[in-house]
C-alpha cells in the first residue's frame, strides 16, 4: 500500500499542454476540410509485417461460442482504407494503437496515434502537409528532404539498394553488431540495424528531415515507385533523434496487397513467428476501388515530447506502462 505509482507519470501542466496540443491538431485538420473518424481497436485480422507483435484475445458470445481471435490495432490503417474505398474522401483519426514491444525513454506499449489520408495526394504532397502542421504545432524550420540512398551512403559509402548480404555484414561488424550479423541471412533486417542504429542518429538533429524513397523491399502498403523499381514511394520523417511518421503513396492494387501479406506469412513461418491472418476485408476493399491517395501515421505522444522538451514518453502521457 501506499505506493506512488497511483500518480500520473506526466505532470498535470504537461496533460493539460498535451491537451491544447491535440486541440490544435484537430483545428488543423477541420480547416483542410478532413474528416475525423474513429475505427475499431479490436480486429479479427491484424498486421503481418515480421517486425511487428500485436497484442491478441479473445471474444467469446453471440455468433462466437467457440470464440473468435481478436488482436489490438498497432495502426488504424486498414480500417481507415476500408473507409476510403466506401467513399469517405479526406479522413484523419487519433487513437489508441498498441504494439506488444519494447518499453523505453520513446516507446509505451499502448500509445497515441495521428493517421490521416488524402485522396488525390501523393507522397511528395503529403510531405508538405506533415510540414505544415510540424511548423505549426512546434514552431520549427521547414523539413529538409534526403533520399535513403544518400542517407545511407554518406554514413557507409555504400548503396543500400544493390549492396550484397556479405557486405551489409562487414558493415554491422565493423559497428559492433557482429553477434546480431554473423547469422542473420535477410539483408532488410541488416540495413534496417545499420540504418535505425547509424543513420538516423545523424539526421533531422536541427530540422526536421524526411527520409524517402526506401528499398522496394521494405516498401510495406507502398506502391513500388514507377521509374525506379528499386525504391518504394515510402517515407519517414525524423526530428531529433525520434521517428515521428511513417507514410506512403497507397498501395491500391489487392492482388499484390494479398501477395505481400502472405510472403510475410511465409517469412514469419521461416523465423518461428506466430501466422497472422491476413486482413481479407482490406483486400476486398482494395479491390473494390480505394482512391489513389496518400497516407501517414504520426507518433502524437513523440510529437509532444518534442514540442515541450521532454527526454521520456511517460513524461507527456497520463499514465505509463509501469502505471496502467
Not at 124 to 149: G, N, P, V, W
Not at 197 to 219: K, L, R, W
Request: charged content about 25%; overall charge negative; glycine content about 4%.
Amino acid at each position: 500500500m501506499n505506493s506512488p505509482l497511483w500518480q500520473p507519470s506526466a505532470s498535470i501542466k504537461n496533460l493539460k499542454k498535451r491537451a491544447e496540443i491535440i486541440r490544435s491538431i484537430r483545428e488543423f485538420f477541420y480547416q483542410r476540410n478532413v474528416m475525423e473518424v474513429e475505427t475499431p481497436s479490436l480486429s479479427q485480422a491484424s498486421v503481418t509485417d515480421i517486425h511487428l507483435i500485436s497484442f491478441n484475445t479473445e471474444f467469446l458470445g453471440p455468433n462466437y461460442s467457440n470464440g473468435v481471435p481478436l488482436y489490438l490495432q498497432t495502426s488504424p490503417e486498414y480500417a481507415m482504407k476500408r473507409l476510403l474505398a466506401g467513399g469517405s474522401g479526406a479522413i484523419f483519426q487519433i487513437s489508441k494503437a498498441f504494439r506488444n514491444e519494447e518499453s523505453g525513454k520513446h516507446h509505451n506499449p499502448e500509445f497515441s496515434m495521428l493517421e490521416w489520408y488524402r485522396p488525390g495526394f501523393d507522397h511528395f504532397d503529403l510531405m508538405d502537409e506533415i510540414d505544415s502542421l510540424m511548423q505549426a504545432i512546434l514552431k520549427c524550420e521547414k523539413a529538409q528532404r534526403i533520399t535513403y540512398q544518400a542517407a545511407f551512403g554518406s554514413i557507409f559509402n555504400t548503396n543500400p539498394l544493390t549492396a550484397s548480404l556479405e557486405t551489409l555484414k562487414q558493415l554491422c561488424e565493423q559497428h559492433g553488431f557482429e553477434n546480431i550479423a554473423k547469422d542473420e541471412t535477410d539483408k532488410d533486417t541488416l540495413l534496417q540495424l545499420l540504418f535505425s542504429m547509424v543513420v538516423e542518429p545523424t539526421i533531422g538533429q536541427e530540422q526536421p528531415c524526411f527520409i524517402y524513397d526506401f528499398p522496394a523491399s521494405q516498401a510495406a502498403l507502398a506502391k513500388i515507385n514507377k521509374d525506379n523499381p528499386q525504391v518504394a514511394d515510402r517515407f519517414e520523417l525524423y526530428f531529433k533523434n525520434m521517428e515521428l511518421a511513417n507514410g506512403f503513396n497507397e498501395l491500391t492494387d489487392a492482388n499484390e496487397q494479398l501477395n505481400r501479406f502472405e510472403s510475410d506469412n511465409l517469412k514469419r513461418k521461416d523465423m518461428g513467428l506466430a501466422q497472422v491472418p491476413a486482413d481479407l476485408n482490406l483486400i476486398d476493399a482494395l479491390a473494390s476501388g480505394m482512391p489513389e491517395c496518400a497516407g501517414v501515421a504520426l507518433g502524437i505522444d513523440r510529437l509532444i515530447m518534442l514540442a515541450l522538451e521532454q527526454s521520456q514518453i511517460k513524461d507527456v502521457i497520463s499514465f505509463d506502462i509501469e502505471r496502467a
